[in-house]
């Protein structure tokens, strides 16, 4: 069936320097892709989403990347700080419109400080 | 505004009892949703509503899972004869509508099953 996957776990990176997380999907047909962020004890918070049309979508220090020929994701973020230490999860829409989405497992990113 | 807000915040139950956990949506989001979150994983689709119907309940793992919302806003799901493997986060999301993608959850549920 249709997942969404990342490639992985976990993520430490150094205060300042720039974090990628990357995410690999299966199915072809999905037209949207959301980066969520989760803290301890927290819901999902929304980063930034992007639409099957785009490759590529800027927000504030973060930027998301969309390979459709290889069914790639990533979420990029800018100069690192310790409050971005997170899990954060990729998910996707199958179909057009309002419908559920589907969430990877998660990479948890570590900030060093 | 006020977010997506669920109650309790915790649950401990025995195993064969009966729980509700409450979700009560964004003012003006028409779209509902329930997820469920084990450890270490990512959250996994139970049912969504469109206004008061369920557009889509494929996710509910059993007929001892059941949720309603009857007038469109807040929404409860119920879960009859708890079993161990209940045990589990149960968030609710809502977003404004069809063709509106973005969804806003909630903090939510803890449950656990002793």
């Known amino acids: 069936g249709e997942s969404v996957g990342l490639h992985l776990p976990t993520l430490s990176v150094q205060e300042g320097d720039n974090s990628i997380i990357n995410c690999a999907y299966s199915n072809s047909a999905s037209d949207y892709f959301i980066w969520y962020k989760q803290e301890s004890g927290k819901g999902p918070q929304f980063i930034i989403d992007i639409r099957s049309n785009m490759d590529k979508r800027q927000g504030q220090r973060v930027t998301v990347l969309l390979n459709k020929t290889v069914k790639h994701l990533s979420l990029q973020i800018a100069a690192t700080q310790p409050g971005d230490s997170a899990v954060y999860f990729c998910a996707e829409s199958p179909y057009s419109g309002n419908t559920p989405l589907v969430f990877g497992k998660g990479t948890r990113l570590s900030v060093i400080a | 505004g006020a977010g997506v807000s669920q109650t309790p915040s915790n649950k401990v139950t025995e195993k064969g009892k009966y729980v509700e956990l409450r979700c009560d949506p964004i003012s003006g989001h028409t779209a509902l949703y329930w997820y469920r979150q084990s450890l270490g994983q990512g959250p996994e689709f139970l049912i969504y509503?469109?206004?008061?119907?369920?557009?889509?309940d494929s996710g509910l793992p059993n007929d001892r899972f059941f949720a309603v919302r009857p007038e469109g806003s807040v929404s409860t799901l119920k879960i009859q004869r708890t079993e161990r493997g209940d045990s589990a986060v149960y968030l609710c999301?809502?977003?404004?509508?069809?063709?509106?993608?973005?969804?806003?959850f909630g903090p939510g549920t803890r449950l656990t099953v002793t």
């Open positions: 509503f469109q206004g008061t119907g369920a557009a889509d």
């Open positions: 999301a809502s977003s404004l509508g069809p063709g509106n993608y973005e969804q806003y």
